[in-house]
């Protein structure tokens, strides 16, 4: 008898302990977010940031696409004028001919906002400095803030082929990774200043790439879609993001813990961890479905003419500091499996630590992309690579 009473004491301090702990973490979550994470039940719109731009007009330098998700306007400029974009719609202070001049080497690059040069002048990215450094070589920039490699890709075929360019260019942020298997911007990076949604591939049982094509037709779409919820029925099909965590877009009695919302949102945010991906390998989904497109890319670049392909890898500013400076690169998993393939590959961090010798390594950075400094040691180790012994 006395064994059973220590029993259901012990249950009823356990209960209220539980009851105390659930209490106090409840403290903590504050407008749908624990420490530096989201915990849900989410709504497809994250910030009221996001809320704004979803509503706010179009900047005069990026316009909605029906194919690509979002792209550049043609003609463009941004409000504070550092990016401009040339009537072809690619960033460029000049125009250029369909055709190539004789004897210039065209070369056309692809890729997010480490292609396009986000947070610095158009005179300041690495394809400017490499264009105006090396001789008989033009460097066109179809860089996008924000693209996936898949979206990359899928500008090469509609607005680049038309270039004939010699060389193809594709550049690759390794965090890129997690983007090759999203489709609504939110759901895969939810401190986003804006709401987007992209195009991607699958994988099929073949081994083929399989387009998922742009869930909505307009920015309107887009709009109606997010306000009324109705976007995240076709999430739940497309992307990966969602899939993984589907009960996180639920309204799930189970939310009423607060202690099931953080494990759960811990859950989430966790599938996110860049590392594990590259580590997985053909396990990973993101890692496939990157390396299948990253090879149709490439072997299409080919195929339609170009002379020579290369895919640019480049680090975040983490790796270029600390233990990882003089560590095996996580991201070398899926370098060695492009290369077993045939398709070539340069990482740029071994120049980036190189020109880190001479400058603060902090210099090299404008913010979270590479400053002017940063893109010319780029721009010197694609130029070393390309042309050893001159264009």
């Given amino acids: 008898m006395q064994g059973l009473r220590l029993i259901a004491t012990g249950l009823v301090f356990s209960a209220a302990a539980l009851v105390v702990f659930e209490l106090v973490l409840g403290l903590f979550l504050r407008d749908g977010r624990f420490l530096s994470w989201y915990v849900p039940p989410y709504d497809l719109v994250f910030t009221e940031r996001q809320a704004e731009q979803l509503r706010a007009p179009e900047k005069p330098y990026g316009r909605f696409d029906p194919e690509l998700g979002w792209t550049i306007r043609d003609n463009g400029a941004s409000d504070d004028g550092m990016y401009r974009a040339n009537s072809a719609g690619f960033r460029a202070n000049r125009e250029y001919d369909l055709v190539p001049p004789d004897g210039v080497v065209r070369i056309a690059s692809f890729g997010d906002s480490f292609t396009h040069g986000a947070e610095v002048e158009n005179e300041d990215t690495w394809q400017h400095q490499l264009?105006?450094?090396?001789?008989?070589?033009?460097?066109?920039?179809?860089?996008?803030?924000?693209?996936?490699?898949?979206?990359?890709?899928?500008?090469?075929?509609?607005?680049?082929?038309?270039?004939?360019?010699?060389?193809?260019?594709?550049?690759?942020?390794?965090e890129n990774i997690n983007r090759s298997v999203s489709v609504y911007r939110p759901a895969y990076y939810h401190q986003t200043s804006g709401v987007s949604a992209k195009p991607r591939f699958r994988v099929d049982d073949h081994g083929e790439l399989e387009l998922?094509?742009?869930?909505?037709?307009?920015?309107?779409?887009?709009?109606?879609?997010?306000?009324?919820?109705?976007?995240?029925?076709?999430?739940?099909?497309?992307?990966?993001?969602?899939?993984?965590?589907?009960?996180?877009?639920?309204?799930?009695?189970?939310?009423?813990?607060?202690?099931?919302?953080?494990?759960?949102?811990?859950?989430?945010?966790?599938?996110r961890d860049l590392e594990r991906h590259y580590a997985r390998g053909e396990g990973s989904e993101p890692f496939r479905v990157t390396r299948a497109v990253i090879e149709a890319f490439y072997e299409e670049a080919l195929g339609r003419g170009a002379e020579r392909g290369l895919v640019v890898f480049f680090p975040l500013q983490g790796a270029l500091r600390g233990p990882l400076a003089g560590e095996s690169d996580y991201w070398q998993s899926l370098v060695d499996a492009l290369e077993a393939g045939g398709v070539p590959v340069l990482d740029v961090k071994p120049a980036l630590l190189r020109a880190a010798q001479d400058e603060p390594l902090e210099d090299l950075f404008s913010g979270y992309h590479y400053s002017g400094k940063g893109n010319a040691a780029v721009a010197g180790a694609i130029r070393e690579r390309l042309f050893p012994s001159g264009p």
Avoid at 149 to 166: E, G, I, K, S
Avoid at 235 to 261: G, K, N
């Fill in 212 to 271: 998922v094509p742009l869930p909505v037709a307009s920015r309107g779409d887009l709009l109606r879609r997010v306000e009324s919820g109705e976007l995240i029925e076709v999430l739940r099909e497309t992307d990966y993001w969602v899939q993984r965590a589907p009960l996180a877009y639920d309204r799930s009695p189970l939310f009423w813990s607060a202690i099931f919302r953080i494990a759960y949102g811990r859950y989430e945010n966790a599938g």
């Fill in 131 to 174: 264009e105006t450094t090396t001789e008989g070589v033009e460097v066109l920039n179809f860089g996008v803030d924000a693209y996936g490699v898949d979206q990359a890709y899928l500008r090469y075929r509609r607005d680049a082929v038309r270039y004939a360019p010699h060389i193809v260019l594709i550049g690759f942020l390794v």
